[in-house]
Nanobody, 115 residues
């Protein structure tokens, strides 16, 4: 049984920063490929950032230059560093990882960007 647990969300003012974490637990040695998605109220879930098992990253155009995805395999944790946050970044952020042929999702962490 693998679980992904996100943390680090909260309320931040426009222009502020947050770092989200995604911790994997259970029968897993490391996180290889993973991604961060977000879903704003009334919107569909969208890909924000992803990293392949080879370490290649990709980002949604709306977050390029502001968000950085990284992972620490020793800690089985992935991170999403977010800077220069905008009100339109407000959403529930979900961690995703394909592990052992199955897709796993966290329950999400809420990020609210507001003055």
């Amino acid at each position: 049984q693998v679980q992904l647990v996100e943390s680090g969300g909260g309320l931040v003012q426009p222009g502020g920063s947050l770092r989200l974490s995604c911790a994997a637990s259970g029968s897993i040695f490391s996180i290889n490929a993973m991604g961060w998605y977000r879903q704003a109220p009334g919107e569909e879930r969208e890909l924000v950032a992803a990293i392949s098992s080879g370490g290649n990253t990709k980002y949604a155009d709306s977050v390029k230059g502001r968000f950085t995805l990284s992972r620490d395999n020793g800690k089985r944790t992935g991170y999403l560093q977010m800077i220069s946050l905008k009100p339109e970044d407000t959403a529930v952020y979900y961690c995703y990882a394909p592990i052992g042929g199955m897709d796993y999702w966290g329950k999400g962490t809420l990020v609210t960007v507001s003055a």
